[in-house]
């Protein structure tokens, strides 16, 4: 049986190379954690698609089952789900994300 708001999350997260899922926008984050998120993007150099959770409530809840982690924010990369921002950081700081987003092709600005 089909979940819409599954079926919303796999559309945005295939349609968009790069997807942030975040409480708030990049101009106004709502969290620290959203906060990081976006600062190590922006350190990257890649675009990328970021969905407000507070702005949509089925999307916020939706998205903790979709990919069966508890938290916001939500970093996606060519449809993979990759962690959070502690994740994001960690990887980050090793050099793993930058290798990531090479290898998977997207262009950046850094």
Not at 22 to 35: A, E, L
Not at 43 to 50: D, H, I, N, S, T
Not at 67 to 74: E, H, L, N, V
Request: some cysteine.
């Amino acid at each position: 049986m089909s979940n819409p708001v599954h079926d919303r999350i796999t559309t945005l997260v295939t349609s968009n190379d790069v997807v942030l899922f975040m409480k708030g926008t990049p101009f106004f984050p709502q969290c620290g954690f959203s906060s990081t998120a976006i600062q190590i993007l922006e350190r990257l150099g890649v675009g990328f698609e970021a969905v407000d959770v507070l702005a949509d409530p089925e999307i916020r809840a939706g998205i903790k089952d979709y990919s069966d982690w508890p938290t916001i924010p939500q970093l996606y990369v060519k449809g993979e789900f990759v962690g959070g921002s502690d994740i994001m950081i960690e990887m980050f700081q090793a050099g793993e994300l930058q290798a990531l987003v090479a290898e998977a092709g997207i262009a950046t600005q850094a």
